[in-house]
Structure formats: structure tokens, C-alpha cells
């Protein structure tokens, strides 16, 4: 029997004993967090070795010849261009790496729009009135929180398994010049785990903007995050961009941060050759390099494409027992009582559990009081602003596998709890 199917009596016999049990369980004190996607313990030691591959008595220098020690080269040495091109299939001159930090690329490319302007655009952004983006929801806060910084007004676009609502993105990117981008998370979005279809991605590189500078932000974090050995494969938005005649169409961005160290990895930006030399010239006044012997102790890690999913598999021998143990909970104790929904995704790190309308803060409240900390009901919605009030993100990679047990008994209660609590009003 569904909550929806029972009588008031019976809804208040459920709440008793559901409170009951909540109450033995905040007499655990526990301290469970699965707040953010963050590698385990156990995932960082999985890279380990990679701090041996250069130490005092190494050579230093790239196949050119270049003392990596050295000041110089903007955009990353050959080698290392072509390595983490391949993780997305973009091609070395195609390339810039940097940084540790996707994001913090991503802000930059943001940044220098807003100052300086993008290729193809009028100058710059800050010049403009009433800036606007594209966010599909339920998305990434760290994206909507940049453009949040920036003053953008944040239009939300539907997610679906396919992708975001192309009909409502091409009818808003092609008549609005205000808006200057979207937010992509294409393979294993954040939160949904869902990969955008071969439609989406085509739909997305003939875009026809009213803006001549608008760009899709194509933040393709989780390219090499399989659970499984079923790898779901994208398009390369870079090559259907060219194909579409929109070659300047697009910024694309990965990174190590979850494939080594998120602390010290190393990110990309990938785009036309155009307007990688656009973006270079403005580096130049920025940096003169970032840390090459990060760089080349990746490339000695890994080696090439093949070594990076070896690695890749290790880390999914760990992650997936955990998903596997999220979702078979959700199965155990929500099937039927036709209070929720999830996501099962193949690849990422994040589950997306869809409460009813109403039902998501007081979920993660309830959560909290009992001593597991969930990402903050909103999160997945600009300006932290779920209309629905029904989206919560789980992350499943942080905690152990008993932490994990531990943290979905107390989920699974919570969530009938709120539930149960707003039928009864």
C-alpha cells in the first residue's frame, strides 16, 4: 500500500513508527557526511606512486628538450596536451592545460568575457544590460554560483535523460542576445548521472545564438567515470561543432581532480584553434605557465590514454559497491510506498532522489538532526531555489561502505518521515 492509499488513522500509526525509529537513531550521535562528491580515502591512495614518478635525480625536460622547471610554456608542453586531450578527443593544439582546478578555468573564461569579451562578441560583457545564462536544473551549484557571482540572470532549462530540453534552449539561445552561454554537464551529469543522447548533442553545435559571442560551457567532468564495464559513449561536441560550421561554438573542460589528487590534479580547456589563440593571447598577461612538473608527473603516471582507464578501473571497483549499495537500500525500503523516485546512473558520482513536492529541505533537516549531513536542499537549482522543493543529491563516494549502510537506514526513514508528515498537514 502507497502513503497516497492510506487513511488518516493509518497515516498516523506510520508516523509513530517512524518517529520511533528516528528517535533510537539520534541517540546514535552519529556524524555521517555525504554532503560532497569527494574521493575516498581510499581513491587518493590509488595515486600514491604518483608521487614517486619525479623526485631529485629525475630528468626533467619534455621530448622537445624544455627544462619543465623553467618559466614558459602557456598552454602546457606538448606531451601533456596530447595525454588529456584524449581523455575527450581533442587534439593537442586544440588544447590548454592548466591548473588543478577545472573550475577555476571556468570562472576565468567567464571573467575575461565579462572584462575583455569573447570572440566574435561586441567587447565586453560588463558593458552590457541585463546578462543572462542557461542553467539546466537539476545542475551543479559550483556552476551557478559563478554566474550568481557575475550578476547573471540564471534561466533554468528542464533536464531530461537526454539531455536538457533542446526545444526550450533553441528557442531561448536564438532569440535573446543577452544570453551568452549554458551549463553542460554532458556524460554522468551532476546530480542525474545522465549522459546527453546523440540528438542533444548535434541539437546543441547547431545553435543558432542571437548572441555572436554566447558559448556552451561543456563541462565534461566525469568523460572517463564508468561504473561498469558498459561505457556510455557521447559525442565529441568539438568535432560536430566543425561539422555544423560552429567551430568557436564551444568551450570544453576536464580535469585529474577525481581521477588523482582533486588538490593537485591537473585541468583543461579545449576549444577551436581560433579560439584557443584568442584565450592565449589573454593568458599571457595572467600567467606565465602553471606547474609543469604537476604535469609531468601525470604524464609518467599515466603514460597515455590506455594507462588513465587501467586507473580508471580501480577507482570504479570502489565506487560501484557503493552506488550498488545506495540504490538496493532505495529498492528495499521505497518500493512501493510511492513516495520517491532515483536515478540509477552507469558512471559520475552522484544519485538523484526526487521526493515529493515539498519534501526535499525537510528530508535533509531531518537528516542533519539525526547526524547525516546531505548538499543543502536547493543546491541543485540557481540561487539555492528549488520551486519544487522535491531534489536531493547523494553523494555515495566519501563515506565507508558501514558509514554508507549507516547514513541510507537513516535516509530511507527520513524521507517517509517528511513524507508521512505532509499528507497528515
Request: glycine share 8%; proline share 5%; charged share 25%.
Amino acid at each position: 500500500m502507497t502513503y497516497l492509499q492510506m487513511n488518516r488513522q493509518e497515516l498516523e500509526k506510520e508516523r509513530e513508527k517512524l518517529e520511533k525509529e528516528y528517535s533510537r537513531i539520534e541517540q546514535k550521535h552519529l556524524r555521517l557526511d555525504m554532503s560532497r562528491g569527494k574521493p575516498s580515502p581510499q581513491q587518493l591512495d590509488l595515486s600514491n606512486p604518483m608521487l614517486d614518478c619525479i623526485d631529485s635525480k629525475s630528468d626533467f625536460r619534455d621530448k622537445s628538450g624544455f627544462d619543465l622547471r623553467n618559466y614558459g610554456i602557456l598552454d602546457g608542453f606538448a606531451e601533456i596536451r596530447e595525454l588529456m586531450g584524449s581523455l575527450i578527443g581533442a587534439a593537442p593544439e586544440q588544447v590548454i592545460v592548466g591548473g588543478s582546478s577545472s573550475l577555476n578555468m571556468m570562472y576565468d573564461a567567464i571573467c575575461r568575457g565579462f572584462t575583455h569579451g569573447m570572440l566574435g562578441g561586441n567587447g565586453p560583457w560588463c558593458k552590457e544590460k541585463n546578462l543572462k545564462f542557461l542553467c539546466p536544473v537539476p545542475g551543479y551549484d559550483r556552476h551557478f554560483a559563478i554566474t550568481e557571482f557575475f550578476g547573471f540572470e540564471m534561466i533554468q532549462v528542464d533536464m531530461t535523460p537526454q539531455g536538457p530540453d533542446m526545444d526550450q534552449v533553441e528557442k531561448l539561445v536564438s532569440s535573446d542576445p543577452a544570453i551568452k552561454g549554458i551549463w553542460c554537464v554532458p556524460k554522468y551529469s551532476n546530480p542525474q548521472g545522465y549522459c546527453y543522447s546523440d540528438d542533444t548533442v548535434r541539437r546543441m553545435a547547431r545553435l543558432k545564438p542571437a548572441a555572436g559571442d554566447f558559448r556552451i560551457f561543456w563541462d565534461n567532468a566525469y568523460c572517463v567515470h564508468h561504473l561498469t564495464e558498459e561505457e556510455t559513449p557521447i559525442l565529441n561536441i568539438l568535432e560536430e561543432c566543425e561539422k555544423a560550421g560552429n567551430p568557436n561554438l564551444v568551450l570544453e573542460f576536464a580535469s585529474t581532480s577525481k581521477l588523482t589528487f582533486p588538490g593537485a590534479g591537473v585541468a583543461i580547456l579545449a576549444a577551436s584553434k581560433e579560439n584557443v589563440s584568442w584565450i592565449k593571447k589573454q593568458l599571457s598577461f595572467q600567467t606565465i605557465g602553471c606547474d609543469k612538473l604537476n604535469m609531468l608527473r601525470h604524464l609518467r603516471f599515466f603514460q597515455d590514454l590506455d594507462g588513465v582507464r587501467a586507473h580508471m578501473k580501480r577507482h570504479a571497483a570502489l565506487l560501484k559497491p557503493k552506488f550498488d549499495l545506495v540504490v538496493n537500500t532505495l529498492h528495499q525500503n521505497l518500493d512501493g510506498v510511492g513516495i520517491g523516485s532515483w536515478t540509477e546512473p552507469k558512471g559520475g558520482y552522484f544519485i538523484t532522489f526526487t521526493t515529493p513536492e515539498g519534501c526535499a529541505a525537510r528530508t535533509v533537516d531531518l537528516c542533519k538532526q539525526a547526524g547525516v549531513v546531505l548538499t543543502e536542499a536547493g543546491a541543485t537549482h540557481p540561487l539555492h531555489h528549488d520551486p519544487k522543493d522535491n531534489t536531493i543529491r547523494l553523494a555515495p563516494s566519501y563515506p565507508s561502505l558501514q558509514e554508507l549502510a549507516q547514513a541510507m537506514e537513516v535516509f530511507c526513514i527520513c524521507v517517509r518521515l517528511a513524507a508521512v508528515e505532509q499528507l497528515l498537514g
